[in-house]
C-alpha cells in the first residue's frame, strides 16, 4: 500500500493565562490543538508529537484521543479527574477510577529505556491511593512483560512524589501502571471503590521524564472516522503547552491500493485553467451566422500529447438557450507547454456542419470526448454526438488534432440498426505504455482486439479491430447503493494497461434517494477508480470506495450543474507526471497533476 498525500489544517486554542497571540508552532502555548483532515481514501491515521497517550484500562485500552469521544468512567468524573491528567505534569489534577483496580498507559513516540518510574499521590483520602501494582512494558502494545512490582508503597501526604527504580529495564513503547488493589478507600457514596493517584511517570537513566521533557507535551492518537467526512479531531494537552512541531503519520488514513493513481493535487492559484469567452466568434455554417461559440461555459476536457505540448479538446457552448443540454457544443483547441497557461485558437476544431453527421450532431453539437493515440500517431477521438433525441457515442480521428475526421457512431456498423437504437456515451480506449518510449502511453491490444470501456449509468466493454467499428460486449460494472457512484458509473479520461491490471478511471454520481452516500452531497459527481485483470478486461476485480478525486472549490459545487462535480476527462502523461483535466460543475475546466515519483 501507498500512502496518500492528505490534507489537514492546525488550529491552536490558547487558554487565558497563555494570552491571545497570534499562532506560532515554536513559540505557541496552547492547551488544545485541533485537526482537521480532508478525508481522501480510508479511515485510520496516527497524529504524532513528541510524547503520550493515556488509555484507561477500564475500557480495555481505549484511546483518549479520538474523534468527539471521551472516556467515560464510573461515576462521570469531571475534566480535572480523567485519565489523561495521569501523565499531565500537574499535581492539582487527578486520574480517578471507581473501582479496585485499574491501569493506565504510557505510549511514546518510539521505544526507549525507562531505569525508573514515579508516582504521586492525589489531594484526598490516602486510602484511594494505590497499594499493590506492577509496571509492565511492551514494545507492540500487545506482549508484555512485568518491570517491577509494589505492595506496600507507604505514602505519608498528599501530593507526595515517590521515585523506584525499575527491576528489569528495557527498551519500550508502552509503559502500563497496572494498580491491583488500593487501601480500601471508597467514593462519597461510601459503598463504590475509589482508586486516584495525580501523577505517574517513567525517567531515564538521568531522572529525565520520557513523557515530557521542560514544559513540552505530547500525543500519538489513533484517529478512526466512521463518517468518511472531513473532520475534526481535539486534543487537550491538560495545560498550556510549549509546542514546538507537530507531525502527522498517515498510516492507514491517507493509503491507495498500489494500483491506483493519485493523488491528484491543484497546483494553488491556477484554476480554473480554461474559462468562457464572450469575444471569440465562429460561423456557424448550420446557423448560417457568427456564433460565439464558447460564451456560456466551457468544460469537459480531452487530453493529448504532441509536440512536446499537451494539448486540451475541450467542450465549449453557446448562449443560444437556456439549460443543461440545451445548447450547442463544439470542441475548442488549447495547448500547453506547462500544464496550465493556455493558449487556445480562436475557433472550434469539431463542430456540426453540413456532413454525413448531420443528422445525429445537430443542434445538440459535439460533447465531452477522450482521446487517445496509435503507435503510428494517429489521434483517436471518442465524443458524444447529441441531436436532442438520443445521445450517440461517436468516432473521429486526426494527424494534429486540428482537423477531424468523422466516422459515425461507434456501434452502427457492426450492430445495424440495434447499434443506432442504444443511446451511448463516454468511452475510453485501453492505453498502455510504449515498450520504445516510456513517456508514450498508445493504444493497446488484448487478445488481438482493440479494448474500449464506456457507458453513462454502467462500465460496459467494447471491443474492435480497426479502432472506428466497435461491438458491445456486456456490462462490467454497475452503481452500488450507499457508496459515492450509487447512481452512476459514468467512464472517465482513460483506461490504462498497468502491471497491476487495467485502471479505468471513471466519474461516479451519488444518488438523490435512499441509496445515496450520505457522506458526501446528493447528485454530486467525483473521480473513481476501478481495477480490471490485464489479461481479461471483462473481469472487474476490485475498486477504490472513496473517490479519488472530488469537488472542493466553489466553482467546482456549483454552476450550470448545480450540484457539483469534477468530471474527469483528460488524463496525459507529461514530462514524468500525471496531468488531469476535469469539468467544474459544468461551467469551468479544472486542473490537477500528480507526481509518481513523490
Known sequence: MKKFAALFCLAVALSASAGAAGLCLATAVPRNIAFRRS???SSVADFTHVGHLVTDGLRSGTPLLTTETRVELPGKSPDNEQAKCATDGRKDTKWVVFAPSCWVEVVLPSPAKAT???VTTANDESRRDPKVWRVLGSVDGKDYVELARMDDPQFHRRHERKTWKIDHPGSYRFYRFAIDSNGGGVAQDRTTPCTQIAEFDVLDADGKSLVRSGNEKGFASRWVSKTG?????KVDLGAPSRVDAVKVDWTKGGEMPDWAFGPFVRPNGVNPVISPNKK???DCPMRKRPIKWEESDTFNPAAAVKDGKIVVLYRAEDNTAQGIGSRTSRLGYAETTDGVTMKRDPVPVM?????????????????DPRVAMTEGGLYVCTYTSWNRKLPRLCVATSRDLRHWKKHGPAFARLEGERGLARGSKSAAILQRQDPNDPSRWVIAKVGGKY?????????????????????HEGMVMAPRAGFFDSALTEVGPAALLTKKGIVVFYNGKNATDGRADQKYPRGVYCGGQALFDRTNPKKFIERLDVPYFKPESDFEKTGQYRDGT???EGLVFFKGKWHLYYGCADSFVGYAVWDPAK
Open 351 to 367: 463542430f456540426p456542419c453540413e456532413d454525413d453527421q448531420k443528422e445525429f450532431d445537430w443542434e445538440g453539437g459535439c460533447e
Open 229 to 233: 467526512r472531513d473532520e475534526w479531531l
Open 451 to 471: 479494448i474500449m470501456y464506456w457507458g453513462e449509468g454502467a462500465v460496459n466493454v467494447a471491443t474492435s479491430e480497426n479502432l472506428v467499428d466497435w461491438r
Open 39 to 41: 478525508v481522501l481514501q
Open 280 to 282: 471569440t466568434v465562429f
Open 116 to 118: 525508573s518510574y514515579s
Open 566 to 568: 469534477v468530471f474527469t
